[in-house]
């Protein structure tokens, strides 16, 4: 069975600081992996997306995610946090091998940023 | 395109109402899906189709039920609404090839 574990449900950095939101998963098959963010009361938007392509992928807004096969993980990651980035972040795994759309998600972690 | 719409946005039920959640999508998706989120809890699976007239259950399915009849349609029904389906509901689809899924804005639901 696949699983999500995001480290942290809140991280807090100064404006201006790196970003570091954490993912782990469990997948006993080849992962497809995703990081969403969520606005306060909107939908989630991709930020970025891995389908076994380059392990360094980059998404909108400046942030990245590195996938590690040896670590499973896929943390994400933004050198200059902005005002702007706090929101909801949620790390989801879906099945590499079987074309339905379904995503197993992480419990999500709120960022919040200081000035 | 509008992408994916819901609606109602916000509803509220007594215990044992039934309702129906709309959902629509105009991109054309083969793959739809709904999930409830909870605090701390992520969001989690609780019907999804791969076509018309193709649906499967997820995670959590108990207390709601679909059905697919168009490519654009995927209404959530609640049976006999419980306090514990109280959530915000999003509403999902996707293209087969790339696993992205484009969320709607989601309905808050209480049942009181």
């Known amino acids: 069975a696949q699983s999500v574990t995001q480290l942290g449900s809140h991280v807090s950095v100064s404006e201006g600081a790196l970003v570091l939101l954490r993912c782990n998963y469990s997948s006993s098959v080849p992962p497809y992996l995703f990081w969403y963010v969520q606005y306060p009361n909107q939908g989630l938007q991709l930020l970025l997306k891995?389908?076994?392509?380059?392990?360094l992928v980059k998404g909108i807004n400046g942030f990245e995610a590195e996938f590690k096969k040896s670590e499973t993980s896929f943390h994400l990651t933004k050198p200059s946090a902005h005002m702007s980035d706090a929101a909801e972040y949620f790390c989801?795994?879906?099945?590499?091998?079987?074309?339905?759309?379904?995503?197993?998600f992480g419990q999500g972690t709120t960022l919040q940023v200081k000035p | 395109n509008a992408g994916v719409t819901q609606t109602p946005k916000f509803q509220v039920l007594k215990t044992g109402q039934s309702m129906t959640l709309q959902c629509a999508q105009d991109m054309n998706h083969e793959y739809m899906s709904w999930y409830r989120q909870d605090p701390g809890m992520g969001l989690r699976l609780i019907h999804y189709?791969?076509?018309?007239?193709?649906?499967d259950q997820g995670e959590v399915p108990n207390g709601y039920n679909v059905s697919r009849s168009t490519t654009e349609d995927f209404p959530l029904r609640l049976l006999s609404a419980a306090p514990s389906q109280t959530s915000v509901y999003f509403c999902?689809?996707?293209?087969?090839?790339?696993?992205?899924?484009?969320f709607g804005p989601g309905t808050r639901l209480t049942v009181t």
């Open positions: 189709s791969v076509g018309a007239g193709i649906t």
């Open positions: 999902a689809s996707g293209r087969g090839g790339n696993y992205e899924q484009y």
């Open positions: 989801a795994v879906s099945h590499g091998s079987s074309n339905t759309g379904k995503l197993i």
């Open positions: 891995y389908t076994s392509a380059a392990t």
